[in-house]
């Protein structure tokens, strides 16, 4: 899959850009965090993808159609030389 315009090929560091990612439409976190040794506290980390919205995120091709990917509603933060 080609990268978008503008951003650097990570294929080589990173492997193939035509598998998704491992959190690709990952089931939902669970509410409750165990420990093997029973102690259990909330499970705290935030439910959709942050990823999406930082500038690689928004358009990284490996994220579109995943269910957790957030809407796109900033503009990119980088500014082109």
């Given at each position: 899959?080609?990268?978008?315009?503008?951003?650097?090929?990570?294929?080589?560091?990173?492997?193939?850009?035509?598998?998704?990612y491992g959190c690709h439409n990952r089931p939902p976190f669970p509410a409750v965090s165990v420990a093997p040794n029973?102690?259990?506290?909330?499970?705290?980390?935030?439910?959709?993808?942050q990823f999406t919205l930082t500038d690689l995120g928004r358009t990284d091709p490996r994220c579109f159609g995943c269910n957790w990917r957030q809407a796109d509603t900033q503009p990119p933060t980088h500014h082109p030389v």
């Open positions: 899959m080609p990268v978008a315009p503008g951003l650097p090929d990570l294929t080589e560091h990173h492997g193939s850009t035509d598998k998704p029973g102690t259990s506290w909330p499970f705290r980390m935030a439910p959709d993808c």
